[in-house]
């Protein structure tokens, strides 16, 4: 299994900005995805988490309202919109891969995340 992030790039503040995840070696329909950021000399924080179905969606205080996260089944790709961008939003964005039944990690405060599949990251960075 691979996960394939891009779309990353540099943005004024306030701008948009959408990331692409596409995963590609066996189906992924019974997982989750989501979306995990790491700025420079913090841990890996949680961001936005989808089922495929759609019917699920959760988001970090600190995105919810800029950030939308959705899915495409077709193209086995996720997808992060991000707008209203801030410069505290300047980070490697990766998105990930788990069962739902190992989520519990991905909303814990403090502590590394896990996941059974990561991709590369891309990185986002926003000038003010």
């Known amino acids: 299994v691979q996960l394939q992030a891009y779309g990353g790039g540099l943005v004024q503040a306030g701008g948009s900005l959408r990331l692409s995840c596409t995963t590609s070696?066996?189906?992924?329909?019974?997982?989750?995805m989501g979306w995990f950021r790491q700025a420079p000399g913090k841990e890996r924080e949680f961001a936005a988490v989808?089922?495929?179905?759609?019917?699920?969606?959760r988001y970090a205080d600190s995105v919810k309202g800029r950030f939308t996260i959705s899915s495409d089944n077709a193209k086995n790709t996720v997808y992060l919109q991000m707008s209203s961008l801030k410069p505290e939003d300047t980070a490697v964005y990766y998105c990930?891969?788990?069962?739902?039944?190992?989520?519990?990690?991905?909303?814990?405060?403090?502590?590394?995340?896990?996941?059974?599949?990561w991709g590369q990251g891309t990185l986002v960075t926003v000038s003010s």
């Open positions: 989808i089922s495929w179905s759609g019917g699920f969606t």
């Open positions: 990930a891969a788990t069962l739902p039944e190992r989520l519990g990690s991905w909303f814990q405060q403090a502590g590394t995340p896990t996941a059974d599949y």
């Open positions: 070696g066996r189906t992924l329909s019974s997982y989750v």
